[in-house]
C-alpha cells in the first residue's frame, strides 16, 4: 500500500471526486460533463460560503457563462478546474489584502 495522500494530493481528489459527484446526474446527461443544471448544483451546494449570491438567477446565469468556456452549454472537468481555480485566486487575494490591512 503506498504512503498517505500529501494534503494538496488530497484537495485534487476531492475535486475529481466533487466533479464527478455531479456529473451525469441528469437524465441523458454525459458522466464526463456537467449540463448547466448540474452545474448550478454543484455551485450552489459546495461553493455557498464563498459565493455572494448563489442562487440570484442573472449572477447564476453570469457565472455560468463565463465558466462555459467553449460555449457548449455544459462544462468538462477543464472547465471546472479553471473555475476552481479562478474562485480560489480571488479568494487568496482577499485573504491577503486582509492579512496587509491587518499588519499596518
Keep these: 500500500m503506498g ?3 500529501s494534503e494538496l494530493e488530497t484537495s485534487m481528489k476531492s ?3 466533487v466533479f ?3 456529473a451525469g446526474t441528469d437524465e441523458n446527461q ?8 448540474e452545474a448550478k448544483q ?3 451546494k459546495e461553493l455557498s460560503n464563498f459565493m455572494k449570491t448563489p442562487t440570484d438567477p442573472k449572477a447564476m446565469k453570469d457565472i455560468l457563462d463565463k465558466m462555459d468556456i467553449d460555449g457548449n452549454q455544459e ?3 477543464q472547465e471546472f478546474i479553471v473555475m476552481v481555480s479562478s474562485i480560489t485566486i480571488l479568494c487568496n487575494d482577499y ?4 492579512l496587509q490591512k491587518k499588519g499596518k
Excluded: G
Aim: charged fraction near 15%; glycine fraction near 0%; charge should be positive.
Design 75 to 77: 462544462m468538462d472537468f
Design 95 to 98: 485573504l491577503v489584502h486582509c
Design 15 to 17: 475535486m475529481m471526486l
Design 3 to 5: 504512503s498517505p495522500l
Design 20 to 22: 464527478h459527484k455531479y
Design 30 to 37: 454525459s458522466k464526463l460533463t456537467l449540463s448547466r443544471n
Design 42 to 44: 454543484l455551485l450552489v
